[in-house]
């Protein structure tokens, strides 16, 4: 029996995926208890949960150019400093609601996601196009063209 090396492990590269998607669950579940108001032993945890790790998340996507050690250090403090900053405009004008917080956290959160694509969609259309045509020329010079 033959063994290949050099493919990684399932359990490795499916990890990952697997518990952004828990994490995602589990702040979901938060978000609709609170939002509810059901009265459930789950809804305290769960919200906490999604009220850290929802903004680190955003953060952490945003800051992807980062090495990781830094960008979970940064995207932590991050998260308690946007959860602290949205407490302190809140109760500011004494409006400060549990679920006026949990939607601005949420907004922020989804804000900060957006973030990404529209960044990629954003620096794709700034290519001067003298570099796309000496891509292209590069490309069909290597035999890697397509038509």
Known sequence: MQMIKDKPSAVRTDLLPALAGVASAVSGVGVALALTGAQSPLRAPFILFFLFAGPAGGLAAVLHRLDPAARA???????????????????SPRVLTANGGITTVAVTTAL??????VRRIRNAEHIDPADRLMKRIKRIRSGRFRI
Request: net charge negative; charged share 5%; no cysteine.
């Open 112 to 117: 900060l996601f957006l973030w990404t694509p």
């Open 73 to 91: 250090a940064v995207a932590a403090t991050g998260a308690v400093v946007i959860d602290l900053v949205i407490a302190q405009s809140l109760s």
